[in-house]
Structure formats: C-alpha cells, structure tokens
C-alpha cells in the first residue's frame, strides 16, 4: 500500500475522534480523553508511513507533487476536489502539527486538571482539539484553495471556541470575539482572492493557478480591471495570510488569545495554526513573485511586524504575553524570509520555531499550572524548585534568541543570507535589530522568572516540579530544538535519510542547499549574545534599577511601548467614531427600504395569494374532477394553438 | 418466444412473499404482530441486497415488456430500501394503532411489486397493470384505519379520482397505439417521430406544397395522447391541477402509509414518467416539453402558496410533496431531444434529486411517526418545544427540513442545484427563476416549524421527554446520514445513477443518429 496516495487518512483520523467525542464524550471515562491522545499518536505515527512513500517515490525520481484524491462535487462547470497533496512543504507542515499535536494532547490530560480532578467541559475540549488537527491537517494537505479555505475557517472555529474555553471569564469571551473578528477581516479578503482567481482561471487548484499566473495568463480574462488584476487577487490572498498570521496591522489578537489553555497557546497559537498565513504564501509563492510589488509588500509587512512585536514584547509582563508578540515577531521573520523568496529557508524557520516555541509555551503552561500565576514580576527564583521546567525553557529561551548551535540560530542565520542576497543591507541590519530584540525580551523572561529571588512567597511555595505527562512533552521537544538544526548539514542529513541535507528536501522542485557562513553566523552569534548581555545588564537582580531608570528617563516613549504602540486603542477610536455611526445609517436604511419593503412588501403579496388560492380546496369529489377536466382541456386547447 | 424468467425472480419473489405474510398470519395467531413486520423488513433487505449483487451487469429484456437494465436495478433496490424503511417506521406504529398487521405489511410488499414493474416496463399496458397494482394497493392502504372517518375520507377520494385519471390515462393511451400502432416503447420511439412529420407534411400540403405525407393526419391524436397521459401521470405524482387528492388522502392515510405513499408512490410514479418520456416520447420532446413546462411552474406555485397555510403536518408535508413534484418535473423538461449529452444529465440529476427527496421524505415521516407514537398529535403547533422533549428527533426533523427547503449541506441543495442546472442548460431560465423563487417561499413554512420546536416551550400535560424505540431510532440515524451524505458528497450516488440513465437514451441516440444520416 503506498501510503501517499492515501494521506486524506491523516485528517480522517482525528475527525473520528471528534465526531465520537462529540457524540458521546459527556459520557466516556476520563471525559474520552484517550480517544483524542491515540488519534494523535495514529497521525504521528502514520505520517511516517506517509514521509517513507514519499522520499520513495522522490527518490525514485518522479517528480515533486503528487495529487491524490477525489472530486468532492463536479457540476460540470464548477469542480471542487477532494484533493491532497502530498509534497515536501506539506510533508515539513504536518510533521509539525503532528508532533506538537501528539504532545500537547498527552500535556493537557494533566494540564486539563485541577489537583487532579478534570476540569467542566474535559471531554469538550479534547473534541474541539481533535477537530483542530483534523482541520490543520485538511488546511495543510489540501492541494486546492476551496477545500483550504474551508479547513481555514475550520481552525479559526476551533481557535475561537478554545479561546473561549474558560467563557465563565468576561476576558476570555471578549479575546475569543476579537480572535475571530480580526481574522475574519483577513479571511473575507482571502475568499476574494480564492474567487477573483477562481474568475480568471475557472480553477480552484492550486497547480492551475500558479501555472496560469507564471503563463500570465490571469490578466487575460478579466476585462474590466486590466493589469491590477493579479495585484489585486494576490494581496487579497495576502490579507487572510496576515490576518491568519497575525501580523501587523492584525497583530492584536494574538496577544488576546493567550485567554485560552495554554496548551492550546501551543498548539494553535504558536506552532500551527498562526503559521497557516505563512504556509499560503509558501504554498502559493510563485503567483507571489510574478506579481509585481507582491514579494515586497510581503517582506515589508514582515519586518514591521518583526520589528514592532520585539520592541512591544520587551514591555510585557505576562509570561504568556510575552511569548505571544515573540511569536508576532518570528512569524515576521518568516515573511521576510518569503519576501526574499525563500520558500526553504521560510519553511525551516517554521519548523524550528515550531518546536522551541512549543516548548516555551508547555514550559510556562507548567509554570503557570503549578504557581497559578502568570505574572512574571510575582515570579522569580522558580529556577530551583521546578528544575526541569526552568532547564527546557531557557534551552529553548536560547534557541530562539538564536545561539548556536541550537535550531533558532540556524534557521535564523539563514533568512540573514537569504535577506542580504535578496534584498539589500539595510533590510538585514533591521532584521539585525530585531534579532537583537528577540534575544533581549527572552533573556529578560528568563531572568525575572526563573532567577533572583522570589518575589512573591505564596507563589514560591506552591511551587513544585510538574507531573511526568507535563515534563516528558517539555524534554521531547527540547531534543528536538536541539536536533533539528542541525539537520540542515549534509553529513546529519545523510545519516537520517536525507542526502544533502533537509533543506533540498523541504521545497522540492526547486531546493535550496544549506549554506553556512562563517562570518554571518559570527555575526549573528554576536548579536543574539548582545542582546543577552543587555538584559543582563537592565535586568540581573539589582540591575533592575537601570531598567527603571531608562523608564523614568523617558515616560512617554516608555508609556508608547508599554500600551503596545496605542493600536488597541486606535482601533476601538475607529469602531466608535467611524463603523457605528456608518452602521447606523446602513440599519435604517436596511430597516426602512430593505426590510418594510423590499422584504415585507413581496411577503404580504405571497401571503395574500396563498390565502385567496385556499379557496380552490372545497373538499368536494366533483370539484376536484372538474379541475382535472378544465387543466386537461385547457392543455388540450393549448396543444393546438401552439402545436397544431 | 423464449422468456427469461429468471430476469423477474424478485419481482416472483415478493409476489411470494407478500403471500407468505398473509398466510403466515393465519398460521400463527398467537405470535407477537411486530414480528411480521420485522420479518417482512428482514425479507425486503435481503431480495434488495440479492438483487444488487445479482443483476447489476444485466442489460436484457423481458419479452419486450419489461426492460432489466441498470435504471430497472437500481429503481428495484431503491422501492426495496423505501419499502424497508417504510416497515421499519411503521412497526410499532401499527402494533399501537391497527387491526389485520399481516394484511397491512403484505399490501407494502404488493405495492412495493407495483413499483418495481413499473419501473421495468417497456410496454404501455405492462405499465398501466403495473400502475394499478400499485394503485389499489395505495387505495387499501390509505384507508386501512377503517373506523378513523378521515381514512375512509382519503380513500374514498384517492380511488374515485384515481379511477378518473386511469381513465384519461387509458385514453391517451389508446390515442398513441391508433397514432404509432404500437405500445411497446421500442416501436413507438422511431413512429413518434414519424407521426411529427407527418404532420408537418400535412401542414405543407395545406400550404399548398406537395408533402403528400398522409393526409388524414396522425398529429390531433399524438397530442391529445401526449396531453391526456401527462394528465394521467400528474395525477398519480400530484402536480397541479390534478393534486386535489393528496392532501385529503395524506392527511387520512395512517402515518407510515403517508410516508410510502408521498416517497415510494411518487418514485414509481417517476420512474415510469422518466423512461416513457426519454424512450418513448423523446423524439417528440417539442410536442410535449411546454405543456409539462407549464405543468412544473404551476406545481411549485401552487404547492408552494398552499404550504403556508397549513396548519396541520400531514397537509403541510402534502403540500410541500407537490412542491417537490414540480422540481422533479423541471427534470423532465431538461429532456431534449437535440442533444442526448444533456438528455441524460438532466435525468441523472431527476434521479438524484428523486433519491434525496425521497431519503429527506421518509426521515421528516419516521420522526413524526417516533413523534405521534408518543402523543397521537400531528398538527404543526404540538410540536411545540420538541427540542426539549427528544432533541433528537428535532434534530432530524430540523436537517430534513432543511434538505427539501434546499439549504447548503443537506441533500436538497445539492440535488436541486444540479436540477436547476440542467434545466439552465436546456435554455429554461424562467423555469429555474421560479424553482429558486419557490424554494424561498417554501422555507418559511419549514422555518414555521423548526420555530415551534426550538423558539417554544413544551405546551399541555405532556411536557416530559421521552425515548424513540430503537428500530425506529436507527432508521432515523441512517436516513439522517443519508441526507447528509448526499449533501456533501453526492459524487458517488450520481456516478451510479448516471450510470443507470445512460440505457434510456440508447434508442433516441440511435434515431437522432440515423435523423443526421438522412
């Protein structure tokens, strides 16, 4: 059995689970709780089976792609597939979410848990995680942009919904709404796109459109719009790509949704579900670079995002606040990395980041689980009462800062030569910047959690090494942070089964061959290790006087970056004085002319007619007959006046 | 001649079973009623199954009377299944609420024998003994609750004009066999085409030319023939204006017998219009197409503006049945002659809408009767605060709803879409306009009762919730599945029925081949 050829499994497993979580979850042992870990367990495993067929059939030499599946609906004029893809970027995505998936469902049946006991809605939440990755992987896998689209609204539902999941809370409520409505904007600016090309290619297929957009054959067909054509449909693509992604000026949810389970910040709000934006545009990246402007729109929203989320996370103080404007900020990094055309590097980044990420958000999650506080400045001197915790987050704390020889620093130190070979220096001194930014706002987070001593003596005494089911997904993943970087050396590669390294295996048809640099990465290096001397500097126990001092220096600037750049507050200044008073208007009108009559008007008629037609059901034999007579021998008469 | 008895073993087989029940009745008298209806649910499933397996790649005939291809094999399996689900729901129903069980199921199978040769016939006489098994068994059926006056009401009604519309069906029957000399769909095929010329021969030569094609004209009686069997088949599918019946009837009709007749008799009824017209009558199809045009708009008009005021279920679902009719007949529009490509998508999509409408059907029906089994009410307003009191037949109830109003994800939308397509296809735009039209009018009256259930309290003495019996609640899952699968994926069951339909249209392919030749 070729597995590849069968890959719609991967997803149909977890949707089994949700639909018997769903209808039965209320009453299974343990809230079903097993159900959701073994379909998780069933993907990873099988994704193996998946990645063996399709290294066989790479390695057999037959090409990058294969398409597999069936039509979904076929009128004729308008087909919609039931299509997957099995490439090396799918295959990159859904190591990711099966792997993160795997552990944070093994994390949440002890995180899920109050002193043991399970918490209201248990089975509840395993069914929405299990129809996450069921819709993750269909988003992933789906080699056509309708089927996507409904995948992407599916993890936007289960997004909000575990978002949601503490709605008790007025907080959580509100950060579900505006999840949902920020990335709707996107969204609806995404379904556009899928339509205008859909107009100019008569395609949902991903393969046809990029084929009709590399022949320039989109602007053919549209008459009225001439050249903006393709500009327009692919920055709409881009839209829901930034919405999805969080990134600037949509950035704001994110920080909001860490109102969910933390293991779900892992999951969907780190590793997964926030780089679907960046997974279109890999997908897609073709139409990307024949449009003009497109790619630099791209590395433009990229490295404004880079840039404001490092500079807003320096000013957090909520542990997982922090670690949501990071993942702003890497998730710019990847799009700059796109910017610049490099689909690989792109990818890597993604999957290294997955991984240190995960487990920066497991990590707090465990702190958070056992202290019941989420506050770094009530933290502190955590580092020897929960010793595991503390040894994976600042491993994977250094990873992202970008230190070798941990994976960050090698995923970032390529998008640093990608960017200069792409695009000019003064991208990549920013790029610097930010970097720099990244390793300061971690080795800040670290400092103020897991060092000095404790500030709050309540909290220290609660304090206490997690459970096994929470520390075994913390040590997988730091294996894997550790590991994965260096998969990107041919010598590592080949060993694993991957001759020339990982990086010519992650964008197939067109690889792109690891190369290292001694200088850059001296560079970088350097830089990242500023930025931990930095933060030692403002922030090591009584060094915190300087960090203060900074701020009394300047209040207002401090007081900009403290209310994250007033974007909140713009926002709302927007809905108030612009979007209600424009709602108003369009209620009237929507209340007087469309509703009392163009809806009532037509309405009334119907009812009228329906009531003076009831008159023909007298109920009486003959009458009846005398209608057929009449209907006969009128179509009689008819017959010979238009037929005879 | 030789026959080939073993292309009707099922057919022999139910004649033998229906006997079997009867008997059994008389046999056993202290055994347990229900179990005759599972026995007669048991038989059912099996000759369903035996004949898919069994005659599936079979394309042979009968004597010339009865056709044994794809459409007749599928058509068997699908009355079967109707005739399964039908017993499955009205099992405790009948054991709670009727006399003479044995008697009650053997008349389902005699119907179901109906169906099934109707479906296979070639012939018109074949046909009409077919359509009157059938018939008399609805007739009986309908008035099975002898001491309910409603029941004696409907039957009486049913069989005095059904008696009417044979008659006019008859007619026009006899009117064909004058024009073409024939009944069987072979001959009159090839003479159809003949008999239109001649009369376009006969127009020349009152112009003055020299057609010289027979003078006295065959043209008056093909169309009064065409006109007077539409009539016929109108009645018996209930289109406007020869529906007055079906209310009356559904409304007296035991419950499960409301449901056989509005899924399995309009089926047959279909079944039998789809493979006259597209054998027989294609070639003619400008003849025809206008009448039955004019016959579909009315239909949704009507059916549709009645619906809203209702205010008893059963009328309503009778209403709402005649609505689907002409949807159905929209299909049968989309025929055309000129281009059998079409042709045969727009009686594929007729099929498939036929199967959705008919699963949606007998999911609204199994519910109600789960509904009525508990509280011996069917007007719209007791359902009141259903959601509370069985969530789950609400459920059901609510997504069948919602299929035959057409909304996306149930059966309805897909299959009505591909319907309206064909009839876009064939040029019929005004046609699709009012179909779109009357399927928005048609969800406020499904919406009036989704209201009741959900929007209300539970209403009277009876507010507790109760359980649906098992048999009956499986029915319901797999009928619900079923509208929801054809929703989302109707791919597979229309590549089997497009399948099926192709046979229909080998004879119009080869007269509009040799028409080109000449």
């Given at each position: 059995m070729i597995w590849a050829d069968h890959a719609w499994i991967l997803p149909a497993i977890p949707a089994i689970a949700f639909v018997v979580l769903f209808l039965f979850g209320r009453k299974l042992p343990r809230g079903g709780d097993f159900i959701s870990v073994g379909a998780a367990l069933a993907v990873f495993v099988l994704f193996f089976f998946v990645l063996e067929s399709h290294l066989d059939w790479l390695g057999a030499g037959l090409g990058g792609i294969r398409n597999v599946g069936t039509d979904w609906i076929n009128f004729d004029s308008f087909v919609v597939r039931l299509g997957f893809t099995v490439d090396s970027i799918a295959m990159v995505m859904v190591f990711v979410v099966a792997t993160v998936a795997l552990m944070v469902n093994i994390y949440s049946t002890n995180y899920l848990r109050h002193h043991g006991r399970p918490e209201p809605r248990y089975w509840w939440y395993f069914a929405v995680l299990s129809l996450f990755v069921a819709m993750m992987l269909t988003l992933v896998l789906a080699d056509n942009l309708l089927l996507m689209f409904v995948a992407w609204e599916g993890v936007g539902l289960c997004s909000f919904l575990l978002i949601g999941f503490y709605y008790e809370r007025r907080s959580a409520v509100e950060a579900a709404k505006k999840a949902f409505v920020t990335t709707r904007l996107g969204d609806v600016g995404l379904f556009i796109g899928i339509i205008l090309f859909w107009r100019a290619t008569g395609s949902f297929q991903i393969s046809d459109i990029i084929a009709a957009a590399e022949a320039g054959r989109v602007n053919d067909l549209p008459q009225v719009m001439g050249d903006g054509y393709l500009t327009l449909s692919t920055l709409m693509l881009f839209l829901g790509a930034a919405g999805k992604s969080a990134q600037v000026p949509f950035h704001v949810w994110l920080p909001d949704a860490m109102e969910g389970p933390t293991p779900v910040s892992a999951l969907i709000h780190a590793a997964t579900m926030v780089v679907a934006g960046v997974y279109l545009v890999a997908r897609l990246l073709p139409?990307?670079?024949?449009?003009?402007?497109?790619?630099?729109?791209?590395?433009?929203?990229?490295?404004?995002?880079?840039?404001?989320?490092?500079?807003?996370?320096?000013?957090?103080?909520?542990?997982?606040?922090?670690?949501?404007?990071?993942?702003?900020?890497?998730?710019?990094?990847?799009?700059?990395?796109?910017?610049?055309?490099?689909?690989?590097?792109?990818?890597?980044?993604?999957?290294?980041?997955?991984?240190?990420?995960?487990?920066?958000?497991?990590?707090?999650?465990?702190?958070?689980?056992?202290?019941?506080?989420?506050?770094?400045?009530?933290?502190?001197?955590?580092?020897?009462?929960?010793?595991?915790?503390?040894?994976?987050?600042?491993?994977?704390?250094?990873?992202?800062?970008?230190?070798?020889?941990?994976?960050?620093?090698?995923?970032?130190?390529?998008?640093?030569?990608?960017?200069?070979?792409?695009?000019?220096?003064?991208?990549?001194?920013?790029?610097?910047?930010?970097?720099?930014?990244?390793?300061?706002?971690?080795?800040?987070?670290?400092?103020?959690?897991?060092?000095?001593?404790?500030?709050?003596?309540?909290?220290?005494?609660?304090?206490?090494?997690?459970?096994?089911?929470?520390?075994?997904?913390?040590?997988?993943?730091?294996?894997?942070?550790?590991?994965?970087?260096?998969?990107?050396?041919?010598?590592?590669?080949?060993?694993?089964?991957?001759?020339?390294?990982?990086?010519?295996?992650?964008?197939?048809?067109?690889?792109?061959?690891?190369?290292?640099?001694?200088?850059?990465?001296?560079?970088?290096?350097?830089?990242?290790?500023?930025?931990?001397?930095?933060?030692?500097?403002?922030?090591?126990?009584?060094?915190?006087?300087?960090?203060?001092?900074?701020r009394e220096f300047q209040p207002r600037l401090a007081a900009v970056v403290e209310n994250k750049f007033y974007f909140d507050e713009a926002y709302q200044w927007g809905i108030d004085r612009a979007m209600l008073p424009l709602a108003r208007v369009v209620a009237w009108f929507d209340r007087m002319i469309v509703n009392d009559t163009g809806i009532n008007a037509p309405a009334d008629a119907t009812r009228y007619a329906a009531y003076w037609l009831r008159y023909h059901v007298t109920g009486r034999i003959p009458d009846y007959a005398l209608l057929m007579v009449v209907g006969v021998a009128l179509a009689g008469g008819l017959a010979f006046l238009l037929r005879g | 001649m030789d026959l080939e008895y073993q292309l009707i073993i099922p057919e022999f087989v139910m004649a033998g079973l229906a006997v079997v029940i009867i008997a059994a009745a008389l046999a056993f008298r202290n055994v347990d009623q229900k179990w005759f209806g599972y026995a007669t649910a048991i038989g059912l499933a099996i000759i369903a199954v035996i004949t898919a397996v069994a005659y599936w790649d079979t394309n042979d005939d009968f004597g010339g009377v009865l056709a044994v291809d794809h459409f007749t094999v599928l058509f068997r399996v699908f009355f079967l299944g109707i005739a399964f689900f039908t017993v499955m729901a009205a099992v405790q129903f009948a054991g709670e609420r009727l006399k003479n069980h044995a008697e009650f199921y053997g008349l389902i199978v005699f119907a179901t024998l109906g169906?099934?040769?109707?479906?296979?016939?070639?012939?018109?006489?074949?046909?009409?003994?077919?359509?009157?098994?059938?018939?008399?068994?609805?007739?009986?059926?309908?008035?099975?609750?002898?001491?309910?006056?409603?029941?004696?009401?409907?039957?009486?009604?049913?069989?005095?004009?059904?008696?009417?519309?044979?008659?006019?069906?008859?007619?026009?029957?006899?009117?064909?066999?004058?024009?073409?000399?024939?009944?069987?769909?072979?001959?009159?095929?090839?003479?159809?085409?003949?008999?239109?010329?001649?009369?376009?021969?006969?127009?020349?030569?009152?112009?003055?030319?020299?057609?010289?094609?027979?003078?006295?004209?065959?043209?008056?009686?093909?169309?009064?023939?065409?006109?007077?069997?539409?009539?016929?088949?109108?009645?018996?599918?209930?289109?406007?204006?020869?529906?007055?019946?079906?209310?009356?009837?559904?409304?007296?009709?035991?419950?499960?017998?409301?449901?056989?007749?509005?899924?399995?008799?309009?089926?047959?009824?279909?079944?039998?219009?789809?493979?006259?017209?597209?054998?027989?009558?294609?070639?003619?199809?400008?003849?025809?197409?206008?009448?039955?045009?004019?016959?579909?708009?009315?239909?949704?008009?009507?059916?549709?503006?009645?619906?809203?005021?209702?205010?008893?279920?059963?009328?309503?679902?009778?209403?709402?049945?005649?609505?689907?009719?002409?949807?159905?007949?929209?299909?049968?529009?989309?025929?055309?002659?000129?281009?059998?490509?079409?042709?045969?998508?727009?009686?594929?999509?007729?099929?498939?809408?036929?199967?959705?409408?008919?699963?949606?059907?007998?999911?609204?029906?199994?519910?109600?009767?789960?509904?009525?089994?508990?509280?011996?009410?069917?007007?719209?307003?007791?359902?009141?605060?259903?959601?509370?009191?069985?969530?789950?037949?609400?459920?059901?109830?609510?997504?069948?709803?919602?299929?035959?109003?057409?909304?996306?994800?149930?059966?309805?939308?897909?299959?009505?879409?591909?319907?309206?397509?064909?009839?876009?296809?064939?040029?019929?735009?005004?046609?699709?306009?009012?179909?779109?039209?009357?399927?928005?009018?048609?969800?406020?009256?499904?919406?009036?009762?989704?209201?009741?259930?959900?929007?209300?309290?539970?209403?009277?003495?009876?507010?507790?919730?109760?359980?649906?019996?098992?048999?009956?609640?499986?029915?319901?899952?797999?009928?619900?599945?079923?509208?929801?699968?054809?929703?989302?994926?109707?791919?597979?069951?229309?590549?089997?029925?497009?399948?099926?339909?192709?046979?229909?249209?080998?004879?119009?392919?080869?007269?509009?081949?040799?028409?080109?030749?000449?």
């Open positions: 139409v990307f670079e024949v449009t003009p402007g497109a790619s630099n729109v791209v590395l433009g929203v990229g490295l404004t995002t880079a840039l404001l989320a490092g500079i807003m996370a320096l000013a957090q103080n909520d542990i997982k606040r922090v670690l949501a404007y990071s993942t702003v900020s890497q998730l710019g990094f990847m799009f700059v990395a796109l910017g610049v055309g490099a689909v690989g590097i792109a990818m890597f980044h993604l999957l290294t980041h997955a991984f240190f990420k995960a487990c920066l958000f497991l990590g707090s999650g465990s702190v958070i689980h056992m202290t019941e506080e989420q506050d770094a400045r009530k933290l502190g001197g955590l580092w020897w009462r929960m010793p595991v915790t503390a040894s994976t987050f600042i491993i994977s704390s250094v990873a992202l800062a970008g230190i070798p020889p941990l994976s960050g620093f090698f995923s970032k130190d390529e998008i640093f030569l990608a960017t200069i070979g792409g695009a000019n220096t003064a991208v990549a001194i920013l790029l610097g910047i930010a970097a720099f930014l990244s390793a300061l706002y971690m080795a800040r987070l670290v400092i103020i959690t897991f060092f000095g001593p404790p500030k709050d003596l309540a909290v220290i005494r609660r304090a206490r090494e997690a459970a096994p089911t929470i520390l075994i997904p913390l040590v997988f993943l730091t294996v894997l942070t550790f590991l994965v970087g260096f998969v990107a050396f041919d010598q590592v590669g080949d060993a694993l089964g991957f001759p020339g390294g990982i990086n010519s295996y992650i964008y197939f048809p067109e690889p792109e061959s690891f190369h290292f640099s001694n200088s850059i990465a001296a560079v970088t290096g350097t830089v990242s290790l500023l930025g931990f001397l930095t933060a030692w500097w403002f922030f090591w126990g009584k060094n915190s006087e300087r960090a203060r001092a900074v | 169906m099934m040769l109707l479906a296979a016939s070639r012939e018109l006489l074949t046909a009409y003994l077919s359509l009157e098994l059938l018939s008399f068994s609805f007739y009986i059926l309908v008035g099975f609750n002898k001491l309910n006056p409603f029941s004696n009401e409907g039957s009486l009604k049913y069989m005095l004009l059904g008696a009417f519309s044979s008659a006019l069906m008859l007619y026009g029957i006899s009117l064909i066999y004058g024009v073409t000399g024939s009944t069987t769909y072979s001959a009159i095929g090839p003479d159809v085409v003949e008999g239109t010329r001649s009369i376009a021969g006969q127009l020349a030569s009152f112009a003055g030319g020299s057609g010289g094609v027979d003078p006295d004209g065959a043209r008056p009686g093909l169309l009064i023939g065409l006109v007077l069997i539409t009539a016929g088949l109108g009645f018996k599918v209930s289109a406007v204006p020869f529906h007055q019946w079906t209310p009356d009837a559904y409304q007296g009709a035991p419950l499960p017998i409301t449901a056989f007749l509005s899924a399995g008799g309009k089926a047959a009824a279909f079944a039998f219009f789809l493979r006259l017209f597209s054998e027989a009558f294609l070639p003619a199809a400008a003849e025809w197409v206008w009448f039955v045009g004019i016959l579909a708009a009315v239909t949704m008009i009507v059916g549709n503006l009645m619906a809203l005021q209702q205010t008893n279920f059963k009328r309503l679902m009778a209403y709402s049945s005649i609505s689907q009719v002409g949807y159905l007949l929209v299909g049968i529009v989309a025929l055309d002659a000129a281009n059998i490509t079409q042709s045969q998508d727009a009686a594929s999509a007729l099929v498939l809408h036929l199967i959705g409408y008919v699963t949606t059907n007998i999911a609204v029906f199994a519910a109600i009767i789960a509904f009525y089994n508990r509280t011996g009410r069917d007007d719209i307003v007791d359902l009141r605060g259903l959601a509370e009191r069985q969530p789950f037949l609400a459920f059901a109830i609510a997504a069948a709803l919602f299929s035959l109003a057409g909304m996306p994800l149930f059966a309805g939308f897909a299959t009505k879409f591909i319907i309206f397509q064909a009839a876009f296809n064939n040029g019929f735009l005004w046609l699709g306009a009012i179909g779109v039209t009357a399927s928005f009018v048609s969800l406020y009256y499904y919406l009036m009762v989704i209201k009741q259930m959900y929007l209300y309290e539970p209403e009277g003495s009876d507010r507790a919730r109760f359980h649906v019996s098992r048999p009956l609640a499986g029915a319901l899952v797999v009928l619900v599945a079923g509208v929801l699968f054809i929703g989302l994926y109707p791919t597979p069951l229309f590549d089997v029925i497009h399948s099926s339909t192709a046979g229909l249209f080998e004879q119009a392919a080869a007269i509009s081949a040799a028409a080109v030749g000449n």
